[in-house]
């Protein structure tokens, strides 16, 4: 597509940035819906955060997201800082006021709760408890949106036990801390198990985490993508639980940064899926 002087304009930032999948994802969505704009990759060293992200409206970029490392530094950055990032301590998505002020959301929680609608429209946070695996930024994502939907009780299993008591006390009574060593029993009755850690990812070792107190009906989540379907995920499918893979959380929470961004809300596809999965099978 050919840009012309009236382009909009964003893109990520991170250090490293060549990793990130959001070029392609947001690239996608500017083709298919014949926007004249661009999504960037900007490689910022954490030194030049500020800078950088007070030179967005000098730019006249309309936004960015923030990637690794920078999540939690740009907290301290932005002129507003929408509450629920606040709560989580990390934000992803930046946008540009036309008066130059910068607003700074977690777009997370937005993606965790879509992509388990996508793959079971019938689920509902409270239907049940919900164990959460790992206590770091995307374990914040999962219980902001357990606990916001009114989970009757979430299990949070770490091996950390002191993280995970911090967490709880953020996000209220509902989260109970459960042992590492007790986290196969956490699983009887559960509703929902979410893996937030990155054990079973491409290089890490998989979670080790027996299943047979899992109820049958019970919903499974990996926020890792790489690979798409992780040892978890394999074996919950092996027995009969569905299983809902991390892709689609990268996918949604891009949403809403690019409707603030270039004015339209886009829709997560197949084909959209499988453009980004691509690029994961490219060396």
């Keep these: 597509m050919m840009l012309s002087g009236a382009a909009k304009l964003a893109g990520v930032m991170g250090w490293p940035v060549a990793h990130s999948r959001s070029p ?18 900007l490689p910022v060293r954490p030194e030049n955060l500020e800078a ?15 990637t690794i490392p920078h999540k939690e530094a740009a907290l301290a ?3 507003r800082l929408d509450p629920l990032a606040k709560r ?5 998505t930046v946008v540009v006021a036309p008066t130059g002020e910068l607003t700074g959301s977690n777009t997370d929680v937005f993606g965790f709760r879509e992509n388990l609608l996508s793959a079971a429209k019938t689920w509902r946070a409270n239907a049940g408890p919900a164990v959460v695996i790992g206590a770091g930024g995307a374990a914040r994502a999962a219980l902001a949106v357990l606990a916001e939907g009114g989970a009757p009780e979430i299990r949070l299993v770490n091996r950390s036990r002191d993280r995970a008591e911090a967490l709880a006390r953020v996000f209220g ?44 009906e019970a919903i499974v989540t990996d926020m890792v993508y790489v690979p798409l379907e992780t040892p978890l995920l394999r074996e919950a499918r092996r027995r009969g639980n569905l299983a809902v893979d991390g ?13 603030a961004w270039f004015g339209v809300d886009p829709e997560v596809t197949a084909t959209q899926r499988e453009a980004v999965l691509a690029t994961m099978r490219t060396p």
């Design 24 to 41: 392609r994802l947001h690239g996608f969505w500017l083709a298919r819906y014949g926007i004249d704009g661009a999504y960037l990759p």
């Design 88 to 92: 989580i301590g990390a934000i992803n």
């Design 247 to 259: 892709l689609g959380m990268l996918l949604h929470q891009g949403r809403p940064g690019f409707a």
């Design 77 to 79: 950055l932005v002129d």
């Design 52 to 66: 950088a992200l007070r030179s967005l409206p000098v730019l006249g970029f309309a936004g960015c997201n923030l």
């Design 173 to 216: 009574p509902s989260v109970t801390v459960i042992d590492w060593e007790k986290r196969a029993a956490a699983l009887d009755g559960a509703s929902l198990l979410v893996n937030s850690t990155s054990l079973g990812m491409a290089g890490q070792p998989p979670l080790d985490l027996a299943l047979d107190d899992l109820p049958r």
